[in-house]
Nanobody, 115 residues
């Protein structure tokens, strides 16, 4: 069982930055595929970025060059650095851990980009 707790969301003006954190329980965090997803009102949840146990990253096109996913296996934590935020980035952001057929989700953290 893995528990995920996100933090770092909030209200930010367009062009601003936020860093989301996802702290995971468990001793085998390092082998999980970690990801950030988001869900805007009235829309389906979508993939934002993933990072493998070896550090390989993948991003949805809309955030490439603006967002950076990273992980610190010693701290059982994955991060999402979000720069140059746009109003269309407004959503609830969820952390996800996956290993073979096991998938765990965090409770989500709200990110609102508005002037």
């Amino acid at each position: 069982q893995v528990q995920l707790v996100e933090s770092g969301g909030g209200l930010v003006q367009p062009g601003g930055s936020l860093r989301l954190s996802c702290a995971a329980s468990g001793s085998i965090f390092s082998i999980y595929l970690m990801g950030w997803y988001r869900q805007a009102p009235g829309k389906q949840r979508e993939l934002v970025a993933t990072i493998t146990s070896g550090g390989t990253t993948n991003y949805v096109d809309s955030v490439k060059g603006r967002f950076t996913i990273s992980r610190d296996n010693a701290k059982n934590t994955v991060y999402l650095q979000m720069n140059s935020l746009k109003p269309e980035d407004t959503a609830v952001y969820y952390c996800r851990a996956a290993l073979v057929n096991l998938v765990y989700w965090g409770q989500g953290t709200q990110v609102t980009v508005s002037s």
